[in-house]
């Protein structure tokens, strides 16, 4: 089954910025078709959600950083002392 694709489909990634430079082609005047104010708030609703949750993603990738950042220096710390313990032992 193909997809479809949209001639005015954004191909890269979606950012805030992309959402709300989008720009639909109008209908003529004697075809039925989207309100362009519904259309620009919605895309304007879609490009505030997408930062929040890009800003969400950014914070628990720092927050992950972190934790591993913690846990590599943690397993360190304990290797450095079971290596003493070990060699206090002989």
């Keep these: 089954m193909a997809v479809y694709r949209s001639r005015h489909a954004l191909p890269d990634p979606l950012t805030p910025d992309r959402v709300l430079g989008v720009t639909l082609p109008r209908t003529s005047l004697c075809r039925r078709g989207y309100r362009v104010d519904e259309v620009d708030a919605l895309l ?10 890009t800003r969400q993603l950014d914070l628990t990738r720092a927050e992950n950083h972190r934790i591993k950042e913690a846990l590599r220096a943690w397993q360190t710390q304990r290797a450095g002392e079971r290596r003493e313990a070990r060699h206090a032992g002989r």
Excluded: S, T, V
């Design 44 to 53: 304007h609703r879609l490009a505030h959600e997408l930062r929040d949750r």
